[in-house]
Nanobody, 123 residues
Framework: QVQLVESGGGLVQAGGSLRLSCAAS????????MAWFRQAPGKEREFVAATTWSYGNTRYADSVKGRFTISRDNARITMYLHMNSLKPEDTAVYYC????????????????WGQGTQVTVSS
C-alpha cells in the first residue's frame, strides 16, 4: 500500500526558507510522477510543482517559479520542495501526491496523497 508522509512545515517570516519532505513507501516508484499541491483556507487545491522519479524533469506553477525547487532522492525514496523567498500568500497546507506515468497540474489525476503539512508565512 502506497504511503506518502510529508514533513518540514512550520512558521517562517516573509523572505525566509523552508524545505518540505515527502517520504514515499509501499511500492517502487520508477514509473511514477510526484507532485506538490497546496490549499489555503477557502481556496481550491492548487498545483505547485511536479517531477518524475526516473528522469527528474520538472514543472512549476508560475507563482513559484524561481523561488521553489522540487527534487528527489531515489535512494531515500523521498521528494523535497525547497522554498525560498517565501511570501505570505504561500501560506497553505502543502500536500505531496503520486500517480503512475506523466505529471499533470490537475489534482484529480493523482491517486495517492499525503496528509499535508502546514506552512505559514508571516509578514
Amino acid at each position: 500500500q502506497v504511503q506518502l508522509v510529508e514533513s518540514g512545515g512550520g512558521l517562517v517570516q516573509a523572505g525566509g526558507s523552508l524545505r518540505l519532505s515527502c517520504a514515499a513507501s509501499g511500492r517502487t516508484f520508477e514509473s511514477y510522477a510526484m507532485a506538490w499541491f497546496r490549499q489555503a483556507p477557502g481556496k481550491e487545491r492548487e498545483f505547485v510543482a511536479a517531477t518524475t522519479w526516473s528522469y527528474g524533469n520538472t514543472r512549476y506553477a508560475d507563482s513559484v517559479k524561481g523561488r521553489f525547487t522540487i527534487s528527489r532522492d531515489n535512494a531515500r525514496i523521498t521528494m523535497y520542495l525547497h522554498m525560498n523567498s517565501l511570501k505570505p500568500e504561500d501560506t497553505a497546507v502543502y500536500y505531496c501526491a503520486a500517480k503512475k506515468g506523466s505529471y499533470y497540474s490537475d489534482p484529480n489525476r493523482y491517486d495517492y496523497w499525503g496528509q499535508g503539512t502546514q506552512v505559514t508565512v508571516s509578514s
